[in-house]
């Protein structure tokens, strides 16, 4: 598909996907690229209600299903969105100063934190609060482990580091890479995410992707990548099997080998702004992006063709990929349906009962034949006859 600023669809692009995305004017939006009108939007949070502090900072699953949603804000406010029922199911607040950069569950407990560096674990009947230290860019949950926490932000005191959620102690601190000219090298982890219980990766608005073996003796990263010149930065993170997808402010994103950072493998093009956030559909043959340009665009993973792109009309934040499914019947039809066929059940046997009644009815009386009706007629029509033969003789001696 070649590049454009109108809305375009491949021919190609089959997938049933769900795309949420959340705006900087606060809106929260939902597309559904596989049906008939591939660009309409449908707005699942109310515009009236929306200010200037109502930016979505953070979008993020809030089960394995994808059915729910953690929606967080720049004032601070968390609403967890159901995803079948399309409606809020409760809203918190994380903190009366500071924007939401990280959310998850863990063990049923809902984890914020913001980037004043307050993380909460919202949870019955106390809410447990501690703090990782102020410019934390990002905040995510093992999938694999929820009691793991990763975190990362602006200046070397938030490198990467992993939290155990219980203790609410730091497991392990990354240790940065090797100085030159006894010069440190600037950090600033623009995102960071697991590859699995055991690795995590980030990269950074200086132009580095890291990933870190939480299992090896050295805390320094064990595959780097380093760009060639200071003009690249990297502002969102995604994973899929052996590959890391991460969005830039000018050249768009590039998919790279966590087992051989050298350099990239794949670049996705057709973006005229920062790209300010990735995801992948489950079986990671799709990219899907959100860029500052206003559009919504899904990308071929491993032909790096552009698929599908939508003018989202609001600057775009966040975003979001699920799988279509199909809704489940509710089980009150169910029993509905069980009810009216008892019920008609029930009405053909008590119809059995009222004609077996009349048969009963029918064979007790006596059978008439047809000689013996037409003489009765006979007889009857005789008998009016004669009544009107002497009606007409009485009144004959009367007029006389």
């Not at 596989?34 to 930016?55: A, G, H, W």
């Not at 953070?58 to 929606?71: K, P, Q, S, Y």
Request: glycine fraction near 8%; hydrophobic fraction near 30%.
């Amino acid at each position: 598909m070649k590049f454009s600023t109108t809305n375009a669809k491949c021919s190609s692009y089959d997938g049933k996907h769900l795309i949420y995305v959340g705006t900087h004017t606060g809106s929260f939006k939902k597309l559904e690229p596989f049906q008939e009108e591939p660009y309409s939007q449908k707005n699942l949070q109310q515009i009236n209600v929306l200010n200037k502090t109502s930016k979505v900072t953070c979008l993020a699953f809030g089960n394995d299903d994808r059915t729910e949603i953690l929606v967080g804000r720049a004032n601070g406010f968390v609403k967890v969105f159901d995803c079948n029922s399309e409606d809020n199911t409760s809203s918190l607040e994380v903190g009366e100063v500071g924007e939401v950069v990280g959310l998850g569950r863990s063990n049923g407990c809902i984890i914020a934190g913001t980037d004043k560096g307050t993380v909460k674990i919202i949870k019955y009947p106390e809410t447990v609060e501690f703090s990782v230290g102020d410019n934390l860019a990002k905040l995510r949950i093992c999938a694999e482990d929820p009691n793991q926490m990763v975190t990362g932000g602006k200046q070397l005191k938030q490198i990467v580091k992993v939290w155990d959620l219980e203790t609410q102690q730091v497991t392990f601190t990354a240790k940065n890479v090797k100085k030159e000219l006894e010069l440190e090298k600037p950090v600033w982890e623009n995102d960071v995410l697991f590859v699995d219980r055991n690795t995590v990766a980030s990269c950074s608005r200086y132009g580095y992707v890291r990933v870190y073996d939480l299992r090896a003796v050295q805390r320094r990263p064990v595959q780097a990548f380093a760009p060639p010149d200071d003009q690249l930065s990297f502002t969102c993170l995604a994973s899929h099997g052996d590959l890391l997808y991460a969005g830039t402010t000018s050249v768009g994103a590039r998919a790279f080998d966590r087992r051989k950072l050298k350099n990239h493998v794949h670049v996705y093009k057709g973006f005229t702004g920062t790209v300010t956030g990735v995801g992948l559909d489950s079986t990671g043959s799709y990219l899907f992006s959100s860029c500052l340009d206003r559009y919504v665009r899904v990308h071929n993973a491993q032909k790096t063709a552009m698929v599908y792109q939508c003018y989202a009309k609001s600057k775009p934040t966040q975003i979001l990929c699920a799988d279509y499914k199909e809704k489940p019947v509710e089980e009150d039809d169910d029993d509905d349906l069980i009810l009216v066929e008892e019920e008609k059940e029930q009405g053909d046997e008590s119809e059995g009962d009222v004609d077996s009644e009349y048969e009963d009815l029918f064979a007790k009386m006596q059978t008439v034949s047809e000689k013996s009706a037409s003489k009765k007629r006979k007889a009857s029509e005789d008998a009016l006859e004669d009544n009107k033969v002497k009606a007409n003789k009485k009144k004959g001696k009367k007029v006389k």
